[in-house]
């Protein structure tokens, strides 16, 4: 297995808890850890932390204004991207067609 890399930026950890769980228990926090990209201990350790009110909370970034309008600023982006990308996508089908094909888009146009 391997070691993953502390991001906690503090002092090492050296001491070993020893943490009693059921199964349910142990399929929840290596879930939590797992959905965090964080080991168990360090997923314990801000648990623990923001529980005593010591850790900042992210969530309530979530919803604030600057938050949603990058949101929407990212949603119109790809949507622009979209466009680009049928636009791209016209233009190198047109660049492939041959007079013949051109002579008979005209041909239906005048009909």
Known sequence: MRKRSSKGGGAQRSIQVHLMVNEEEAAMIRAA???????????????VKLLEGSLYVEEEEHDSPTVQALREIEYQLRRIGRNVNQIA???????????????????????
């Open 33 to 47: 850890a797992r959905k965090r990209n964080q080991t168990v201990s360090l997923t314990i350790i801000e648990a």
């Open 89 to 111: 996508h016209n233009a190198n089908r047109e660049m492939n067609a041959t007079i013949e094909d051109e002579a008979l888009r005209l041909s239906r146009e005048q009909a």
